[in-house]
């Protein structure tokens, strides 16, 4: 994949600076200017193994994966080969722009938990594309703010249908958490169901999002500062348990086995600030209330 794009990269925009880091992850300059806009995605996926007779097929208003030999549907990777071609598309239209892309995001934000960050030193804001559907425009995670109020005003998102709203751990908040002091946000990108082998991808609404993305491009010219501010909301982490309890309680009922290290890894998206000590005790107690309600059962 990185060769892959390092190719494409050379082949279609030649005046483009490529540099490859030691983990893998690819940043890109393209113009000279004083500050650039700047997007990024993930190169990983989590469908890393796929039949050989896996085909993306398209239709007119979808893609989606496809094994004949097993007659079954196989995730295309659409999180975060969206991301990516928007990147990439991006790249090649306009004159003076950065784009970043990270690996192995799916396992923890590994690639832009360890990058240097003075590549987004220049930059007036990252647009990450990697959320899935067609409406969500991130401005928090996990309670923390990503963007300033004067970069949303600025974006224009109600035009293009989206709407604010909160999402799960990925690269920008990695970028946040180490300091970056530029605005960013991630935006829903047209792909659906993803880390399932019905991932697919909505065509039109994968274009909404080059349009807005375009849109920011064109008209965001100058830096829109950010600091990050680490937020213990208490209310919000209340909240936070109360879900992973509920999670971790309907996960337990069905598969009984089921080891704490296991459950972390089948949420870990979803609860990417919570504190493992406080999810371990969340766990241990959905097991224990499990257990009196079986043991009321056979009471009665
Ligand atoms: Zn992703």
Same mark, same amino acid.
Request: charged letters at 25%; proline letters at 2%.
């Given at each position: 994949m990185?060769?892959f794009?390092?190719?494409?990269?050379?082949?279609?925009?030649? /005046?483009?600076r490529?540099?490859?880091?030691t983990?893998g992850n690819?940043?890109v300059?393209?113009g000279?200017?004083e500050? #650039?806009p700047?997007?990024v995605? !993930?190169?990983?996926?989590?469908?890393s193994?796929k039949?050989k007779d896996f085909?993306v097929i398209e239709?007119? +208003?979808?893609?989606?994966? $496809?094994? @004949?030999?097993?007659?079954?549907f196989?995730?295309i990777?659409?999180?975060d080969?969206?991301?990516?071609w928007?990147? %990439?598309v991006?790249?090649k239209?306009?004159d003076?722009?950065?784009?970043a892309?990270f690996?192995? /995001? +799916?396992v923890?934000?590994?690639? @832009?938990?360890?990058?240097d960050?003075?590549?987004?030193?220049d930059?007036?804001?990252?647009?990450?594309?990697?959320?899935?559907?067609?409406d969500?425009f991130?401005?928090h995670?996990?309670?923390?703010?990503?963007?300033?109020?004067?970069f949303?005003?600025?974006?224009?998102?109600e035009?293009?249908?989206?709407?604010? /709203?909160?999402?799960?751990?990925?690269?920008?908040? *990695?970028?946040?958490?180490?300091g970056?002091?530029v605005s960013?946000c991630?935006?829903?990108c047209?792909y659906?169901?993803? !880390?399932t @082998?019905?991932?697919?991808?909505?065509? @039109?609404?994968?274009l909404?999002?080059l !349009?807005?993305?375009?849109?920011?491009?064109?008209?965001c010219n /100058?830096?829109?500062?950010?600091?990050?501010?680490?937020? $213990?909301?208490t209310?919000?982490y209340?909240?936070?348990?109360?879900? &992973? #309890?509920?999670?971790? #309680?309907? %996960?337990? *009922?069905?598969?009984?086995?089921l080891?704490?290290? +296991?459950?972390?890894?089948?949420?870990k998206?979803y &609860?990417?600030?919570?504190n493992?000590?406080?999810l371990?005790?969340?766990?241990?107690?959905?097991?224990?209330?499990?257990e009196?309600?079986?043991s009321?059962d &056979?009471?009665?």
């Open positions: 990185i060769r794009i390092v190719y494409w990269i050379k082949t279609n925009v030649k /005046e483009a490529i540099k490859v880091d983990m690819i940043f300059t393209k000279n200017a500050t #650039y700047c997007v995605a !993930h190169i990983d996926e989590v469908h193994k039949p085909k239709t007119s +208003e979808i893609l989606f994966g $496809w094994s @004949s030999g097993a007659k079954d196989i995730g990777g659409a999180d080969k969206s991301g990516v928007l990147s %990439l991006s790249l239209k306009y003076n722009i950065k784009v892309l690996v192995s /995001e +799916e923890g934000c590994i690639g @832009s938990s360890k990058c960050l003075s590549f987004f030193t930059c007036r804001y990252i647009l990450q594309c990697d959320r899935r559907g067609s969500d991130i401005t995670i996990g309670g923390t703010e990503l963007c300033s109020k004067e949303i005003a600025a974006t224009g998102f035009n293009y249908g989206y709407h604010q /709203e909160m999402g799960m751990m990925t690269d920008v908040l *990695t970028l946040k958490e180490r970056l002091e960013c991630n935006i829903s047209g659906y169901e993803p !880390h @082998s019905r991932e697919f991808t909505v065509k @039109s609404d994968l909404n999002c !349009h807005f993305v375009e849109h920011i491009i064109d008209t /100058e830096v829109y500062p950010h600091k990050y501010q680490y937020t $213990w909301n209310g919000f209340d909240d936070l348990y109360d879900f &992973y #309890y509920d999670d971790v #309680y309907t %996960l337990l *009922t069905n598969h009984p086995d080891t704490f290290e +296991e459950i972390c890894g089948a949420f998206d &609860y990417p600030q919570a493992l000590q406080e371990e005790m969340t766990y241990e107690m959905a097991k224990q209330d499990i009196y309600w079986k009321k &056979y009471e009665n």
